[in-house]
T-cell receptor, first 111, second 115 residues
Framework: RKEVEQDPGPFNVPEGATVAFNCTYS??????FFWYRQDCRKEPKLLMS???SGNEDGRFTAQLNRASQYISLLIRDSKLSDSATYLC????????????FGKGTHLIIQP | GAVVSQHPSRVICKSGTSVKIECRSL??????MFWYRQFPKQSLMLMAT?????????EQGVEKDKFLINHASLTLSTLTVTSAHPEDSSFYIC???????????FGSGTRLTVV
């Protein structure tokens, strides 16, 4: 089983649609969870951290289920600028550990 | 916010030569620096973790003698790819961390092409 698994892409959706990404992770010792976005040939940029209580940032909502080791990201009212690859990321253990990245899901928002 | 400056952004080198990549934390002290690489259509993979003033810890399958990491100060870490070969062509990216809040700040990456 891969350490971090994500929905395979690409997702092609019309502008304004709602998009949901799912992710599962295998390392139960992971303590920090993130969604990053990566534009083509660029460095990943933090979209949001993910907490067990769920958290929202504007059009973006992230959820974490530690029991099932599942993370989700919901994007509402998608914009053309949301087109990117979305990376599910967990840290390798506790504290200041390196990150384990999923392969990413490519999202294409169509006008 | 915290910034990590990574240079060069792009490098093309001949097979057998060595390439040095630098990452500087500009407005924070990076007690720990992580080095990742990303092959086309693959995920970023952690190569090594370096703590200032000590030897780097390498992930399984990463040759420590090939990928030399130096983290001599709290603001500078370097990765040297020694005797580079075409299979080392990849996107290399560093990430600094400060012990204060464990925020991860990424450099802008270095695209290495070995010909």
């Amino acid at each position: 089983r891969k350490e971090v698994e994500q929905d395979p892409g690409p997702f092609n959706v019309p502008e304004g649609a709602t998009v949901a990404f799912n992710c599962t992770y295998s390392n139960s010792a992971s303590q920090s969870f993130f969604w990053y976005r990566q534009d083509c040939r660029k460095e990943p940029k933090l979209l949001m951290s993910v907490y067990s209580s769920g958290n929202e940032d504007g059009r973006f909502t992230a959820q974490l289920n530690r029991a099932s080791q599942y993370i989700s990201l919901l994007i509402r009212d998608s914009k053309l600028s949301d087109s990117a690859t979305y990376l599910c990321v967990v840290n390798k253990g506790g504290g200041a550990d390196g990150l384990t990245f999923g392969k990413g899901t490519h999202l294409i928002i169509q006008p | 916010g915290a910034v990590v400056s990574q240079h060069p952004s792009r490098v093309i080198c001949k097979s057998g030569t060595s390439v040095k990549i630098e990452c500087r934390s500009l407005d924070f002290q990076a007690t720990t620096m992580f080095w990742y690489r990303q092959f086309p259509k693959q995920s970023l993979m952690l190569m090594a973790t370096s703590n200032e003033g000590s030897k780097a810890t390498y992930e399984q399958g990463v040759e420590k003698d090939k990928f030399l990491i130096n983290h001599a100060s709290l603001t500078l870490s370097t990765l040297t790819v020694t005797s580079a070969h075409p299979e080392d062509s990849s996107f290399y990216i560093c990430s600094g961390i400060t012990g204060v809040n464990y925020g991860y700040t990424f450099g802008s990456g270095t695209r290495l092409t070995v010909v």
